[in-house]
């Protein structure tokens, strides 16, 4: 009986959720999605990335760190040198440990996928 409560007790201080999506492409947040949709550009693959990003909560009221999909997409990106990710998955977590008294939780969000590099868009020979 002691170790049921032990455990129900356990499950009670933790809680989280978590959402995933797909999507086919995602750019650096520094790239300007016009000027790549303009124009045709060619592409190299590099290869897999993953990366996460999270922001975290003391006592419900002290913030800090950043979990924006951006920062995360962004992150992937710069180990790899690539312009974008392809058939990209993202998630999004939220988890709060004491979830009543909000004593501690932390949202992450996380992306993976195939990274690009596009190449410059071809030039058109002149007549």
Do not use: W
Not at 28 to 38: D, M, Q, T, V, Y
Not at 78 to 93: E, P
């Amino acid at each position: 009986m002691t170790q049921r409560s032990m455990a129900f007790l356990g499950l009670l201080t933790l809680a989280g959720c978590v959402s995933t999506g797909s999507v086919g492409i995602i750019t650096k947040s520094s790239a300007n999605p016009s000027e790549i949709l303009s124009v045709a550009h060619p592409y190299r693959e590099i290869g897999p990335a993953y990366a996460h990003a999270c922001r975290y909560f003391a006592l419900a009221i002290i913030p800090f760190g950043d979990s924006a999909l951006s920062t995360a997409v962004d992150e992937a990106l710069k180990t790899s040198g690539g312009d974008a990710l392809l058939n990209a998955s993202v998630s999004s977590s939220l988890y709060g440990f004491i979830p009543y008294y909000n004593v501690f939780a932390f949202t992450c969000s996380s992306v993976k996928g195939t990274v690009i590099r596009f190449e410059p868009p071809p030039q058109e020979a002149a007549p």
